[in-house]
């Protein structure tokens, strides 16, 4: 009866002991996930931060090329304004000589 009694008591000794080093192991085990968690979430914001700061250089760089491309067409149609007045002026003329010949052959 007294040895039953002991054997129980060692029992629940060993097993409140089991448990204290299954816990301890459950509590580093839950520690070590959350600190992989936490590592995760950095290298996530870090890569967002990374791919903000890219898209931020990219659109920069487009909206750059797009008003550059809109001050070409800006140049573009001012020079062909520009010609088209040098050319009306030139034709003009060279109507104007072409009507006076042609005005003195007729007499």
Do not use: P
């Not at 085990?29 to 967002?48: H, N, P």
């Not at 909206?63 to 809109?70: C, D, I, K, Q, T």
């Amino acid at each position: 009866q007294e040895r039953k009694r002991q054997r129980v008591l060692v029992q629940r000794c060993l097993g409140k002991l089991a448990q204290r080093t299954m816990a301890a192991g459950f509590e580093q085990w839950a520690s070590l996930v959350q600190d992989m968690k936490a590592a995760a979430e950095a290298r996530e914001r870090a890569a967002k931060a990374l791919a903000y700061m890219t898209h931020r250089t990219l659109h920069g760089a487009f909206g750059r090329w797009v008003e550059m491309r809109a001050e070409a067409e800006q140049q573009k149609a001012l020079v062909a304004r520009s010609l088209a007045r040098v050319l009306k002026r030139a034709m003009a003329a060279g109507f104007a000589q072409w009507a006076e010949v042609w005005q003195e052959r007729k007499r």
